[in-house]
């Protein structure tokens, strides 16, 4: 459930850094491009977030969400180009932050500097830009974030914790406390706001005055200098010769060109699904590493005693080049029986990683490859993938639980 909650909300991250771009982009709709962004996405991750917590994560269902999701801007009389803009997007992120486990939420990808960055050099811009109400959409997209960033973080931290009896009335008090503390800074600096900027510029106009005042006869004296070279009548001559070439190059009426009836927009909704048929087409080979590579390995010719003893496959189960998937998940069920037997036992809400890591046992990144293969995956695993899973879970018997096998 972690792992899927933090997917969802790095999702909504990813919208939150896009958003900074459409600032600038005027389509038309009857709600501002930005906000209609943010709320189909919001659904999109919602609804990905509770389908994938039930079945494993499948291109074909995302590319359905990212569809049935981003399709809701037609109400919004947003364009067909903008609806499969969205979702050549949306299909892309939800590919990339769904189809492996999440290990953390701390697996951000430094997203506080981006959005920084991203956000200093897009209000630089806006201050040039004559549209306006630039700068109000930009501020209001960062509160949000803010807001979004600390609640997601702290909820992830709430759902970590709760083995430690931490109550939810804990957690809405840590959050007011953070946010209400926030919107009490932000009010004493907009109260004092002009004030202090008022100040700031009298005391440097003061100081620019001082350092100035000396070249202040320098400057006057060449003004009078430089107005003093022209005549009178030369000035004269020059101002009548301008008014003279701007009647004589004042603009023709032009005929405007008639409109050459040519489809762009058609044209431009076909290359954007055909972008969308080779971005599925693309993805379908990006593979998550839990659904690496399903090949059977090379035959081995030793014969190993790796499953447990409660188990009992047929030894010439594991002598193929490919083992059942099912021996080595009832492996595992085992290693997680005796491990809740020694009051050892993972959580519900852990992973495999937290649990490990909880418990402060080593295993290798092979083995939660593996694990997750065995989970998500179906019919067969190669021997070369399967001992090694097998004799990991043996070690972590024998050094933590004390086990015989």
């Not at 991250?13 to 900074?20: N, P």
Request: net charge neutral.
């Amino acid at each position: 459930m972690i792992s899927r909650l933090q997917s969802a909300f790095n999702f909504m991250l990813d919208a939150f850094l896009i958003s900074l771009c459409l600032v600038f982009i005027d389509s038309k709709t009857t709600i501002a491009l930005v906000v209609l962004w943010l709320s189909l996405n919001a659904a999109a991750a919602i609804v990905s977030f509770f389908v994938f917590l039930k079945v494993p994560y499948s291109l074909n269902v995302a590319v359905v969400i990212a569809l049935a999701t981003m399709s809701l801007a037609i109400v919004s009389n947003a364009s067909v180009g903008v609806v499969l803009l969205f979702s050549i997007v949306a299909v892309y992120r939800l590919h990339m932050r769904f189809s492996t486990n999440e290990d953390s939420f701390d697996s951000d990808d430094n997203f506080l500097f981006k959005f920084c960055l991203l956000f200093s050099v897009v209000l630089v811009i806006s201050l040039f830009n004559p549209a306006g109400g630039t700068s109000e959409t930009l501020y209001a997209i960062a509160i949000g974030l803010v807001v979004f960033y600390v609640a997601a973080r702290m909820l992830c931290r709430y759902l970590q914790a709760r083995e430690e009896d931490l109550s939810i009335l804990q957690l809405a008090t840590f959050l007011l406390s953070i946010l209400g503390l926030s919107a009490a800074s932000a009010m004493l600096v907009f109260a004092i706001a002009d004030e202090v900027r008022y100040v700031a510029a009298s005391l440097f106009g003061r100081i620019i005055s001082i350092a100035l005042w000396p070249l202040a006869i320098g400057m006057e004296k060449m003004v009078d200098f430089l107005n003093g070279l022209a005549p009178e009548e030369q000035k004269q001559q020059n101002l009548e010769k301008l008014d003279l070439e701007e009647t004589v190059n004042k603009p023709i009426d032009t005929v405007q060109p008639t409109a050459t009836g040519i489809p762009f927009e058609l044209i431009f909704i076909g290359i954007l699904v055909f972008l969308l048929i080779l971005l599925v087409l693309w993805l379908r080979k990006v593979k998550p590493k839990k659904e690496a590579t399903k090949k059977a390995g090379d035959v081995e010719i030793e014969r190993f005693a790796a499953a447990p003893a409660s188990t009992s496959p047929n030894s010439s189960a594991l002598s193929y080049a490919a083992i059942d998937l099912n021996i080595i998940r009832q492996a595992f069920r085992d290693f997680e029986r005796q491990a809740a037997e020694a009051d050892k036992g993972r959580q519900k809400h852990e992973t495999v990683k937290e649990w490990l890591k909880r418990m402060e046992w080593t295993a290798s990144d092979a083995f939660f490859d593996t694990y997750d293969f065995v989970r998500y995956g179906k019919g067969q695993i190669s021997e070369n993938k399967a001992l090694p899973f097998l004799d990991e879970i043996k070690k972590l018997k024998e050094k933590y639980l004390k086990v015989d096998v």
